[in-house]
């Protein structure tokens, strides 16, 4: 796959050839999303799944449209399109449950009709908030972090293997229109999991977005969930660094 460009503005213009649309003359890819709750939205998630951004979550957060989510812009910036958002609220990287991430449950729903061209990984906020085992001397150990991170990167290779995947590194959040009061565990600083998240993509031979490598934070109500702005500061920290890695 080459020749993918950063774009803006309205698409418009498309042709169908074969599984690929062509966008104002250049190709149109189906990207996937496989992420926890941070990537939810109401009625794009796999039926059954856990949603965060509902209701009064997405009143709270003045979020009026998916287009203010933080994978839809990304989408867009490459003026792709959505094939499976695979994002369950409150899901782990590890362990031996359906929810998560490693499991081969997730790791072979990322395909709609056809498979997706493009995977976008934004996984281990809740295995970081809440003290999952690193393990980088147990990479089978799927309860351990880092064991689970390259499992759930080995079942997407062997399940689509033309596709291109993309893991981004871990930001932390920052409350919005005041100083950080109160202690809560997603506010910890911990490079251990975005180094064992560095380590597996270059053990598995995928693509790395290194987004905490900026040392930017993203707005949030309770230091986890971007608000419209964090998922704003969240696309563009992507958007820049798939503009670097797909060529």
Known sequence: MSG????????????????LTKVNGEKKYKISVLGDSISTYK???????SVY?????????EIESV???????????????LCVNNSY??????????????????CSALHCETSPDI???????????????????????IQK????????????????????IICATLLIGYLKDRMNLYYDRFMIEDSRYNDAIRLAVKEESCLLADIALSGERYETLDYCHPTKNGHREIANLWLEKLG???K
């Not at 287009?67 to 399109?81: A, F, M, R």
């Open 4 to 19: 993918i460009k950063i774009v803006s503005g309205d698409i418009t213009k498309s042709e169908t050839y074969g599984t």
């Open 43 to 49: 009625g794009y998630n796999p039926s059954g799944y």
């Open 53 to 61: 951004y509902k209701d009064d979550k997405l009143y709270d957060n």
């Open 67 to 81: 287009n203010d989510t933080w994978w839809k812009q990304v989408i867009d910036g490459l003026g792709g399109e």
């Open 89 to 106: 609220s409150g899901s782990l990287v590890s362990g031996k449950f359906d929810t998560s991430a490693c499991s081969e449950t997730r």
């Open 119 to 141: 995977i976008l990984v934004y996984m281990g906020t809740n295995d970081r908030g809440f003290d999952r085992g690193i393990g980088l001397d147990e990479p089978e150990n």
């Open 145 to 164: 972090f880092y064991g689970a991170y390259r499992t759930m990167l080995r079942r997407i290779k062997n399940n689509y293997p033309s596709a291109k």
């Open 244 to 246: 670097e890695i797909i």
